[in-house]
């Protein structure tokens, strides 16, 4: 096995269809580990093995592989590109030392390459930049260097470039000379050499003092100017034709930092960090970056990034700050959706365990010496909706359990049973997100589901006071039942929390207090209920202040049922309306479609509380508008902005329905209770 300073650890990161899964292809034939070159279209690649992302001819989730290359052990994690499928991505950054941003030379910068460059470079991580498809026709190299460093700064620089025919690179870093379609040679040689000195105060004294600066001493301070971020390579690549494969993996294997390179990781716990150095002797520390489920024997596999110590299947493994350790059983090396046992895993590399149903994403392990957690980059949250229904009765625990496992593999594939609406809701980060979602619960767990759009969760309120009554009368042979309750209800500030403000103000006994809870009791089963449409109510000031009692017939059911009906009465005159959820949303989009967007969220009842400029000619718009409005806003963002555009969303606050919505909610609410009695 490689020593610390011969491992390093590569996550490929880049918009959909950049060629990132054929450039590991590539990778994977030019070290020798397969025996002919796989491609995306004919469906064999190591990367893409899942059924579903061979059906769609597209990464769903990060897939690991290995290669030896002149003595280096490379890990690579290969992550899906489109936006909707960005969660193996970000948690993978954690994962590696150095990000390899793919562009497509046709395509272009597209928009998840600018958030995944972001990601990375907030996580602090190497970054080179890989240019593929390079011989593409409709490309403009020059142009798209230039777009690079407008859009990640001037220290993108080419450390090689095409040649004239396109059918070889020329590097950049040793040549001081020659032919390339893109800029002059030289040129780019001076500039690279001036960036990556850049990083060392002494070596820049020496070259500003007119000395000549040795390949040698560029070589010695590459590494450090890369992480430093000084220098940031461009690199050229055509992976169908194998063409600059092997003069990036010499980058990655002497200009790309090993994990004995870069500072220590770092533990949060509480306001306490805790430095975890890169030391093999050391105390056992790791995190699980990758959860995914075999398509074929459905076993569970963990992969885990090991910051410190070792790993084997004798070792007690702590999760967390749990108090019982586990056995890890053999650590594994994937490469793709095969796996192979190894010995032990070590300090600074990528194993997999199998079958530990309590690890999750995120999760730290350990071997009892240390406590937190590492960070993990922010990940979008899902708010693009659908509630199911299964189509079989009795599969409810099936669902259930299938669902589990789905938002295990993915961290913005959520799964809740609304309270409010009694709806069970899957939530993702668009449509094609969650249609994949259900082609894998169809597919890979055998259940079948209706879907429809969710309840939008209204909530009521009462917009005056007023005063209700009820007696409640009760007799049929024997002990009879008697309650009367008399109360005041008037509305209480919005957002109110709790959101029912209740006083007791009997005097004279009327009422014993004893029967208190059971009145209160009454007045929430409405609150729960609601009065206009069955939602929850909210904002509501109630004073209980008179009624009767009998002291045999009076009983906590008959002051329920009285406190329940009094409430009710009190509604019916204190004008009842409706209230909306209004959401704060945030939408980048590309500059020439602002006015567009802005008019559309305007038609959706939407109002823009400001705007700010991106690098690389993107805005983002920040409003607020109703949910009902833009409860599925992806696809009219996608067909706007030419699948440009993304959002991000969180409740503000409720306020009232305009008069026509809420009868139609009404409607709706009365059409549903009408169909449930038939």
């Known amino acids: 096995m490689a020593n610390l300073k011969d491992i390093r650890n590569i996550v490929l990161l880049g918009h959909g269809n950049a060629g990132k899964t054929s450039l590991v292809e590539a990778i994977l034939h030019t070290a020798g580990v397969t025996t002919r070159l796989g491609s995306v279209e004919e469906k064999n690649t190591v990367s893409d093995y899942d059924d579903e992302e061979k059906q769609r001819g597209n990464s769903i989730h990060s897939s690991l592989m290995y290669i030896n290359f002149n003595g280096t052990h490379i890990n690579l994690i290969d992550t899906p590109g489109y936006p909707d499928f960005v969660s193996p991505a970000l948690v993978s950054i954690p994962a590696a030392e150095t990000a390899l941003i793919v562009i497509s030379a046709s395509a272009g910068i597209e928009m998840n390459t600018r958030k995944l460059f972001a990601a990375a470079t907030s996580a602090g991580k190497a970054r080179v930049i890989v240019v593929n498809k390079m011989d593409s026709e409709n490309a403009d190299l020059t142009e798209l260097v230039s777009q690079i460093q407008e859009s990640f700064g001037q220290q993108c620089r080419c450390a090689n470039l095409p040649s004239a025919d396109k059918t070889s690179v020329i590097d950049c870093i040793a040549n001081e000379a020659g032919q390339s379609a893109v800029m002059d040679v030289a040129q780019a040689h001076t500039e690279l050499l001036e960036s990556v000195i850049e990083a060392d105060d002494a070596l820049m004294e020496s070259y500003l003092g007119g000395e000549a600066v040795s390949p040698e001493k560029i070589a010695d301070v590459f590494v450090k100017a890369v992480m430093a971020g000084t220098v940031i390579p461009i690199v050229f690549t055509n992976a169908r034709k194998e063409i600059g494969i092997k003069e990036l993996l010499t980058l990655i294997a002497n200009c790309t930092p090993s994990p004995a390179d870069v500072p220590p990781a770092v ?281 009767k009692y009998h002291p045999v017939d009076s009983k906590e059911e008959a002051f329920r049922t009285a406190g329940k009906g009094a409430f009710l009465d009190a509604l019916e005159k204190a004008k009842p309306t409706l209230l909306e959820p209004i959401v704060n949303i945030e939408i980048t989009v590309p500059a020439e479609n602002m006015g567009d967007i802005t008019g559309d969220l305007a038609s959706r009842r939407g109002r823009v509380s400001g705007q700010e400029m991106l690098p690389g000619g993107m805005m983002v718009v920040k409003a607020q508008v109703p949910l009902a409005e833009v409860a599925n806003y992806n696809s009219q963002l996608k067909s706007v902005t030419g699948g440009q555009g993304s959002y991000s969303m969180e409740l503000s606050h409720y306020e009232p329905t305009p008069p026509n919505i809420q009868q139609q909610v009404i409607e709706q609410y009365k059409k549903e209770k009408q169909e449930e009695k038939e």
Not at 289 to 294: L, Q, S, T, V
Request: charged share 25%.
């Open 267 to 547: 533990l949060k716990h509480g306001d306490k960090t805790i430095e975890v150095k890169a030391d093999p002797n050391g105390p056992l520390a790791g995190l699980v970056f990758r959860i995914g489920y075999d398509p074929r024997s459905n076993m569970k596999y963990a992969s885990i990034r090991l910051f410190s110590g070792s790993l084997d299947s004798g070792t007690q493994l702590y999760i967390n700050d749990a108090k019982k350790p586990v056995r890890p059983g053999h650590p594994l090396k994937m490469q793709g959706g095969e796996v192979k046992e190894v010995e032990k895993g070590l300090c600074g590399d990528i194993i997999t365990l199998a079958k530990i149903d309590e690890l999750k994403l995120g999760d730290t392990v350990h071997n009892g010496s240390f406590e937190g957690k590492f960070a993990m980059p922010p990940v979008p949250k899902p708010m693009f909706a659908l509630a199911l229904e299964p189509v079989a009765r009795g599969d409810e625990n099936k669902i259930s359990a299938a669902l589990e496992k789905l938002a295990d593999e993915d961290a913005c594939f959520k799964v809740t049973r609304d309270t409010q609406t009694k709806e069970l809701v899957i939530n993702g980060l668009g449509d094609l997100h969650l249609r994949v979602m259900l082609s894998k619960l169809e597919n890979r767990y055998k259940v079948h589901v209706n879907t429809k759009p969710p309840k939008i969760p209204y909530r009521e309120t009462i917009t005056g006071k007023a005063e209700g009554h009820y007696r409640h009368k009760k007799q049929t042979g024997g002990a009879g039942q008697f309650g009367e309750v008399y109360l005041r209800v008037e509305p209480a500030p919005r957002d109110s929390d709790p959101s029912l403000i209740y006083s007791w103000d009997i005097f004279g006994g009327s009422i014993p207090g004893q029967f208190e809870p059971a009145i209160l009791k009454g007045i929430n089963d409405v609150m729960e209920n609601g009065f206009l449409a069955g939602f929850p109510m909210q904002d509501i000031k109630v004073s209980i202040y008179d009624g």
